[in-house]
Antibody, heavy 111, light 112 residues
Framework: EVQLLESGGGLVQPGGSLRLSCAAS????????MTWVRQAPGKGLEWLSVLYSGDSKYYADSVKGRFITSRDNSKNTLYLQMNSLRAEDTAVYYC?????WGQGTLVTVSS | QAVVTQEPSLTVSPGGTVTLTCGSSTGPVTSGHYPYWFQQKPGQAPMTLIY???NKDSWTPARFSGSLLGGKAALTLSGAQPEDEADYYCLLFYGGARPYSVFGTGTKVTVL
């Protein structure tokens, strides 16, 4: 059974950094394309990034230069390093493998 | 980056049929956009209904179907049930040298 479990969310001050993790089971992260998606409170879904099996990475304009996606093959885990955080980055962050989604982790950026 | 547009809200009677659409600012939606459709209920994570235009996920009820219609991706709900009341989002893939994906603006479906 495919499972994705996000962690690492929490409260961070504007300008701060946070690293989200997405632990996968039931499949191999390095053999799949993996995405990050977020949803601000009361808003729609926003695609953030993709990491392909060949290690190519692409980002939405809204996070390019601030967010970095990576993976640890030994841990079968996907990461999202978020830097220079802003209030508008407050959202639930989801990782996904195509049709399969995690339950999300909440990031709140506030002083 | 492209803008993907959906109807903000639609209402369907129980047992009725409704079609949601998903359009792209860059031109007609094709199978090359690999359209996905997701259902999201309050407080829950999105769930995949349809992938690659018309393929159903293992849990997808038979009353949902995906297609291309008039240059847009479409999700048709035939025989609406009260439990189908939810937000629905499409997702389109844009290939090229710097590929990316964009979610639609979302449609709130009310079964009334």
């Amino acid at each position: 059974e495919v499972q994705l479990l996000e962690s690492g969310g929490g409260l961070v001050q504007p300008g701060g950094s946070l690293r989200l993790s997405c632990a996968a089971s039931g499949f191999t992260v390095s053999s799949n394309y993996m995405t990050w998606v977020r949803q601000a409170p009361g808003k729609g879904l926003e695609w953030l990034s993709v990491l392909y099996s060949g290690d190519s990475k692409y980002y939405a304009d809204s996070v390019k230069g601030r967010f970095i996606t990576s993976r640890d093959n030994s841990k079968n885990t996907l990461y999202l390093q978020m830097n220079s955080l802003r209030a508008e980055d407050t959202a639930v962050y989801y990782c996904a493998r195509g049709r399969d989604w995690g339950q999300g982790t909440l990031v709140t950026v506030s002083s | 980056q492209a803008v993907v547009t959906q109807e903000p809200s639609l209402t369907v009677s129980p047992g009725g049929t409704v079609t949601l659409t998903c359009g792209s600012s860059t031109g007609p939606v094709t199978s090359g956009h690999y359209p996905y459709w997701f259902q999201q209920k309050p407080g829950q994570a999105p769930m995949t209904l349809i992938y690659d235009t018309s393929n159903k996920d293992s849990w997808t009820p038979a009353r949902f179907s995906g297609s291309l219609l008039g240059g847009k991706a479409a999700l048709t709900l035939s025989g609406a049930q009260p439990e189908d009341e939810a937000d629905y989002y499409c997702l389109l893939f844009y290939g090229g040298a710097r590929p990316y994906s964009v979610f639609g603006t979302g449609t709130k479906v009310t079964v009334l």
